[in-house]
Nanobody, 123 residues
Framework: QVQLVESGGGLVQAGDSLRLSCAASLRTFSSYVMGWFRQAPGKEREFVAAITWRGDSTFYADSVKGRFTITRDNAKNTVYLQMNSLKPENTALYYC????????????????WGQGTQVTVSS
């Protein structure tokens, strides 16, 4: 059974940092593209960042470029999202997701999803 479990969310102030983690039970974790998405109340789920299976290529939404960094540790079956200079508009439920194949930004192209971790940024 595939499980993705996010952690690291919380309530922070604008300008603070958070590091999200996603632990995966995928048997061949190193074969999967991993992505981070977020969904704010009343809004659609949106792409945040993704990383190739080898970790040699990443892609970010324009809104987070330069502030967020996605990394992965294939030995630990874990992907991370380092979020710096957080803004109130970054408040959302953050999900990690996995897919086999190329790095894409469309949510419905990802086969596996976690339950999400809440990030709340106060002004």
């Amino acid at each position: 059974q595939v499980q993705l479990v996010e952690s690291g969310g919380g309530l922070v102030q604008a300008g603070d940092s958070l590091r999200l983690s996603c632990a995966a039970s995928l048997r061949t974790f190193s074969s999967y593209v991993m992505g981070w998405f977020r969904q704010a109340p009343g809004k659609e789920r949106e792409f945040v960042a993704a990383i190739t299976w080898r970790g040699d290529s990443t892609f970010y939404a324009d809104s987070v470029k330069g502030r967020f960094t996605i990394t992965r540790d294939n030995a630990k079956n874990t992907v991370y999202l380092q979020m710096n200079s957080l803004k109130p508009e970054n408040t959302a439920l953050y999900y990690c997701a996995a897919r086999v194949g190329t790095l894409v930004v469309v949510p419905n192209r990802y086969a596996y999803w976690g339950q999400g971790t809440q990030v709340t940024v106060s002004s």
